[in-house]
């Protein structure tokens, strides 16, 4: 019983960090229609910048806010520089521009930082538990609040401003968004900011939760995060957060837990297809 | 010719072949599929198996290799008939991951170590490598490019073309999109799986991790770099994306960053394709053309 | 009058809980343009979609030359006879205007292996295209591409397509939407030649004018359920059929 509880703390942690990542990738979606594949190598750019401010500086906050100002600033040249101009194209060609970008950008971290494992010896100041002989570290609870918090402040930006109903025409409709006044560029931007600022904070989170930061970190939730947004139901964003969480708890039961030996990868893409034949149009999607 | 550059005007021809398969189903029909590799890798994976455990020649083996691959093709074709666009996408590359992890997970099909001492492909008594088993390889590009030829000329082409363009309107012309997008999806993985089998006899050795997602993502951009729908667009882009890194070999470090950005720059500066519309190629060529008429 | 070429009995179609068709009735026979008219959400493109095989109906049954054709795909529609054209044109747009029309001149070959196997560049597929073409005064365009035309020489374009199966029924979707004046005579002169050729005809129209001057029936239908049905001159003076389009806000001004 104690260690399924703690498998399922470690699973929701995973699914909190799955969240993250795959959020920026939904919003992408949900007003662009691009598979953002190269959003991972936002969230290993993260990581690193985020490793490089808190080895220059040991303040955990400058080397967050570096971090996400850092990306934002890399999701919106992305944006404007590739994407943008590929809209017009078959998906297949952002789509490859994207798994371009991604790999240039591994390649450069490489180059930067050498092939190496490094580790990120951070302590993060939140509080840890000790409940009935399960012991919730300081990480998980950081984990937890900092995913929680995040979702939260998404959750109201994009439904309680302006800024969200603006967000929200222009994924219905860019043409009539704009007509009707909305600068439907600068809302593509500053949603590829978002997005990409909150990778940040994910890239920063598995640094330190799995005290590991490598070039191909981005590389499996790369595609991962494609099924998830799939099961979630296309740029729905609750549907992504809900498939994320419910793979992150799935994924370490049934591999840590139960002890089946399915490839960890392959798991996402099962439950993609089995979602996909019961519900063509994902978890929370809606129809058309 | 060195034997290195054999070896590798051997593999840009094998990929030219794969990439072919895929723009029956890509250019022609215009279903997307980012999962071709795991066909190249069904065609392989069955060649191998029947040739080494079957005990088959590479020639008996062939036409069983072809129908095994399109039998497949045409089952992870279904998904194409119910699925929109970038569902589909996305249902491929999820395809492609699992049918590596069974190759890899499988004991069956060697697991993580894949198969070994796959037999050479004998023709006329003779056991082909080196330049021969180069020279087979592009008998079959070219048997494989007439065929995609012969098939834009055929009804069947034709029904293809205009499904890709307007599939309500094609329906009302009598084209039955189920029927169609499966023999595009048939006749593409078949190719695939040729190319496959000769890459397990040209290798010997296949693992795997060969025809992982990075391989559907290196074809696929093989054929939108060469010209989407094109004939000669395929062969195009595997001979420039299979040369680039051997041009960027002396770079070491800098070799695989240079090729992403390559491909970035392309497919960001002609999207349509080196021989597509628009393209630089077709613009010179065509002023080439007028200028003299 | 003998067996109608086309019979609706008691179609319905239902969309969750919106009743777009409930229980229309109305045959067409041979030889005959028959107009289907009403306002806007009337179940105009619903009842089309049901005879073309887009939608199954819910309930009903549609015959075609005597068969029970409700539930077809669209692809076997057209093999039975029927050809059709889009309110929202549909054209092939990146192959020629020329190619476009050989689409549908494949019709026979696509049902079979063996046919289907055959080459389509063939003098006589060219040959044949480039007559229908000539027919809807498309031929000095055949080589562009579709994607190219303007509107008025598309809706040609998919008459073209729709003629070039040989059908015995020909379903016209709102084919004069967005056509200037001059454009709207052509293709009334277009039609009337059409079913002068033997083909019936069954059509949606907007425009009153059009509509009462082209056919020799027509069939109102308003929220799904059929209003009337009769000549034109019975329909102009019908009052429920008044109501119901003054009641909308006019729609019945052209007339």
């Not at chain 2, 008996?60 to 279904?78: D, E, K, N, Y």
């Not at chain 3, 007559?131 to 000095?140: D, N």
């Not at chain 3, 056509?179 to 129209?205: F, M, W, Y």
Request: with cysteine; glycine share 12%.
């Amino acid at each position: 019983m104690q260690l399924f509880v703690e498998q399922m703390l470690n699973g929701l942690a995973i699914g909190a960090i799955y969240a993250l990542i795959t959020l920026g990738l939904a919003l992408v979606y949900g007003i662009l229609r691009i598979l953002h594949v190269a959003h991972a190598a936002i969230y290993t750019v993260g990581a690193y910048v985020g490793l490089a401010i808190f080895s220059a500086t040991h303040s955990m906050l400058l080397s967050a806010a570096g971090a996400m100002v850092f990306c934002a600033g890399l999701g919106f040249l992305i944006e404007r520089l590739v994407y943008f101009p590929l809209l017009k194209y078959p998906p297949y060609v952002p789509l490859i521009g994207s798994i371009a970008c991604l790999l240039a950008i591994e390649e450069i971290c490489r180059l930067a930082a050498g092939p190496y494992i490094l580790s990120f010896p951070a302590q993060l100041p939140f509080p840890s538990f000790k409940v009935g002989g399960i012991v919730i570290s300081s990480t998980l609870t950081a984990v937890y609040c900092i995913s929680a918090g995040v979702l939260l402040l998404l959750w109201f930006i994009t439904t309680r401003t302006e800024l969200g109903l603006a967000m929200r025409a222009t994924s219905q409709d860019m043409a009539i968004a704009s007509a009707m006044g909305i600068n439907s560029h600068r809302i593509i931007s500053l949603t590829f900011m978002i997005g990409s600022a909150v990778a940040a904070i994910a890239g920063i989170l598995v640094g330190i939760y799995y005290n590991q930061v490598y070039p191909s970190m981005g590389a499996v939730p790369a595609y991962k995060t494609l099924a998830l947004i799939v099961v979630g139901g296309l740029g729905s964003v609750p549907g992504a957060v809900l498939a994320s969480i419910l793979l992150g708890v799935g994924e370490t039961l049934l591999i840590g837990y139960a002890g089946i030996p399915l490839p960890r990868d392959a798991l996402a893409f099962i439950a993609m297809i089995a979602v996909l034949l019961w519900r063509p149009q994902g978890l929370l999607g809606g129809r058309g | 010719m060195s034997e290195y550059s054999i070896t590798i005007g051997t593999l840009i021809a094998i990929q030219a072949i794969v990439a072919c398969g895929l723009n029956v189903i890509v250019g022609y029909a215009g279903q997307i599929s980012l999962g071709h590799a795991a066909f190249f890798g069904i065609g392989a994976y069955a060649s191998a198996l029947l040739t080494t455990a079957g005990g088959l020649s590479f020639w008996s083996a062939l036409p069983i290799v072809l129908g095994i691959t399109g039998l497949i093709g045409l089952f992870l074709g279904l998904p194409s008939l119910r699925l929109r666009e970038d569902f589909l996408a996305i249902t491929t590359i999820g395809i492609n991951f699992i049918v590596v992890s069974i190759f890899q997970y499988v004991p069956f099909f060697g697991g993580a170590l894949g198969i070994g001492g796959i037999p050479r492909i004998v023709l006329f008594g003779e056991r082909l490598r080196g330049v021969s088993f180069f020279f087979l390889t592009g008998g079959f590009l070219s048997i494989t490019l007439l065929i995609c030829w012969l098939f834009t000329r055929s009804w069947s082409g034709l029904a293809c073309f205009a499904l890709r363009e307007d599939e309500t309107a094609a329906s009302s012309m009598g084209v039955s999109p189920v029927r169609f997008k499966l023999t595009a999806f048939i006749l593409g993985t078949a190719i695939a799986g040729l190319g496959g089998a000769l890459y397990a006899h040209s290798m010997r050795f296949i693992s795997a991790t060969d025809f992982g997602f990075p391989m559907s993502v290196m074809i696929l951009s093989m054929i939108v770099l060469g010209g989407m729908g094109t004939l000669w667009g395929p062969v195009l882009g595997a001979l420039v994306l299979g040369i680039l890194p051997e041009l960027f070999r002396p770079l070491t470090d800098y070799r695989m960053f240079l090729y992403a950005a390559l491909l970035l720059l392309m497919i960001r500066f002609q999207p349509g394709g080196l021989l597509g519309e628009n393209s630089l190629a077709r613009r010179t060529f065509s002023r080439l053309k007028g200028g003299k008429s | 009058m003998g067996d109608p070429l086309l019979s609706l009995r008691e179609i319905s179609m239902h969309f969750g809980g919106l009743k777009a068709l409930d229980k229309v009735s109305f045959d067409l026979h041979e030889g005959e343009i028959l107009g289907l008219i009403g306002p806007n959400g009337a179940g105009k493109t619903t009842c089309f979609n049901t005879v073309s095989g887009v939608y199954r109906p819910t309930s009903g049954e549609i015959r075609f030359r005597g068969k029970r054709t409700d539930g077809l795909p669209p692809h076997r529609m057209a093999a039975l006879g029927i050809g059709r054209t889009f309110q929202i044109v549909r054209p092939f747009p990146n192959l020629s205007v020329l190619e476009n029309v050989i689409v549908a001149l494949g019709l026979r070959c696509y049902g079979r292996l063996l046919s289907s196997c055959r080459p389509w560049k063939g003098r006589r597929a060219r040959e044949d295209a480039m007559k229908i073409l000539a027919q809807v005064g498309l031929e000095s365009q055949a080589r562009q591409k579709a994607g190219l035309l303007p509107l008025g020489n598309l809706r040609r374009l998919e008459l073209a397509r729709a003629l070039a199966l040989k059908p015995q029924l020909l379903l016209l979707d709102e084919s004069f939407s967005g056509l200037r004046h001059e454009e709207i005579a052509q293709q009334e002169e277009l039609v009337r030649k059409t079913r002068e050729s033997g083909i019936s005809i069954l059509l949606i129209e907007h425009n009153m004018r059009v509509a009462m001057g082209l056919c020799d029936r027509l069939v109102v239908l308003d929220h799904g359920v059929k209003l009337a049905e009769g000549t034109p001159e019975t329909i102009r003076n019908d009052p429920q059929v008044i109501r119901a389009y003054l009641g909308k806000g006019g729609n019945a001004d052209a007339s």
